[in-house]
């Protein structure tokens, strides 16, 4: 299994406020998906947005959100 085209992101978990790291799947386009936080358990609605130039943005935020 290759993992060359994940990329990792650190981001802030909106639930306990910890730093946290998500492998990305970019070349796969936009997307979103439920991460649980690897500290608190919590689920995390991630959003990636892919542009036509091939930059991602990304959006985490609580369920509830």
Same mark, same amino acid.
């Given at each position: 299994?290759?993992? +060359?085209?994940? &990329?990792?992101l650190?981001?802030? $978990?909106p639930?306990?406020?910890?730093? !946290? ?6 070349p796969?386009g936009?997307q +979103?998906y439920? &991460?649980?936080?690897s500290?608190? $358990?919590?689920?995390i609605?991630?959003? !990636?947005?892919v ?8 959006a985490?935020?609580r369920?509830?959100?």
């Amino acid at each position: 299994m290759m993992f +060359s085209d994940l &990329e990792e992101l650190s981001i802030q $978990c909106p639930y306990c406020g910890e730093t !946290i790291s998500l492998l990305l799947d970019i070349p796969s386009g936009s997307q +979103s998906y439920y &991460e649980d936080c690897s500290v608190c $358990c919590s689920p995390i609605y991630v959003q !990636i947005e892919v542009d036509d130039n091939g930059q991602a943005h990304v959006a985490c935020k609580r369920d509830e959100d």
